[in-house]
């Protein structure tokens, strides 16, 4: 496995790679990241994975800082699953001194996590940009946790006309429904479980939905008691959206999107999950 910190090596590197498949992470490697690494290992020649913990995703009074960070562990954890190149640069290797052009993400990221993040997603569609640019993939995978940021690349990818496919991956969670994130690790150990009252919410209202409940408000409603139920757990937001414009819907369809964010024990968790009308499937 090669670890390379500058541009020009990484495109060194990655001349004659064949079909190379690229996993953006900000490090502190968890099952959800490893299972991105093992998907483009299955489809790839090569499989680069970029370690950077993006400073200009973050507002002025988030985690940069405490953002979690364990290096040696990263790199030991893609070396076991896989990964060929390691893309590890510098703030000032991706940024250098007088950068100054941004790419706005438009209508998809104006509510939900760019309303209550304001310029997160302006940091993250251009790093994916920079980074698109910098390896030139044939694939690069995306988590489905982060579903709004998903929907966003996808859709930076076709409007600019970058040729590189969007690979999904599913959610990978904790026993107690919990999604893997990094920042979970913020949280103690006996706390996780009570911390996945958001998808046991989710999961209520899929259970509705499947007997053919299709009021939405109602599904909110019943959502937020569940969440209620659990004291150390604070809503942002939770909202039954179009799974593909991200706008709330009155009426549940053949299949919708839940979005959700909270505060738990001082920590910002999101989670999201598919609604879908008579079915079982959650």
């Known amino acids: 496995m090669k670890i390379v910190e500058r541009i020009a090596d990484l495109r060194a590197a990655r001349q004659g790679a064949g079909k190379v498949g690229l996993v953006p992470t900000m490090g502190f490697l968890h ?5 991105l690494i093992r998907a483009a290992r299955s489809a790839s020649e090569t499989v680069v994975m970029s ?45 250098p001194p007088g950068f100054d052009t941004w790419v706005e993400a438009g209508k998809l990221a ?14 993250v569609a251009t790093v994916v940009v920079k980074l698109l640019q910098i390896v030139q993939p044939d694939l690069a995978y995306f988590g489905e946790k982060d579903y709004q940021q998903l929907l966003i690349v996808k859709k930076m990818v076709a409007d600019l006309n970058l040729p590189v496919e969007i690979i999904p991956c599913p959610i990978v969670r904790e026993a107690s429904g919990l999604a893997l994130s990094s920042r979970n690790a913020y949280l103690a150990d006996d706390r996780r479980p009570r911390a996945a009252v958001l998808y046991r919410a989710m999961q209520r209202a899929q ?61 910002r968790l999101i989670d999201n999950a598919p609604l879908r009308l008579g079915t079982d499937d959650d």
């Open 51 to 95: 370690l950077f913990v993006n400073p200009t995703q973050f507002g002025p009074s988030e985690d940069f800082e405490a953002y979690p960070r364990d290096t040696p562990r990263d790199l030991d954890l893609a070396r076991e699953t896989g990964v060929d190149i390691v893309f590890m640069p510098s703030t000032g290797e991706v940024y």
């Open 207 to 267: 259970k509705l939905a499947s007997s053919g409940v299709d009021d939405v408000s109602l599904l909110i409603a019943e959502m937020k008691m569940v969440v209620g139920q659990e004291p150390a757990a604070h809503l942002e937001y939770l909202a039954v959206v179009d799974r593909d414009s991200l706008q709330p819907t009155g009426q549940l369809g053949v299949e919708a999107r839940i979005l959700g964010a909270m505060g738990f024990d001082g920590v």
């Open 31 to 35: 099952d959800g990241h490893l299972s």
């Open 110 to 123: 104006e509510r939900w996590e760019g309303e209550h993040r304001p310029g997160h997603f302006r940091g």
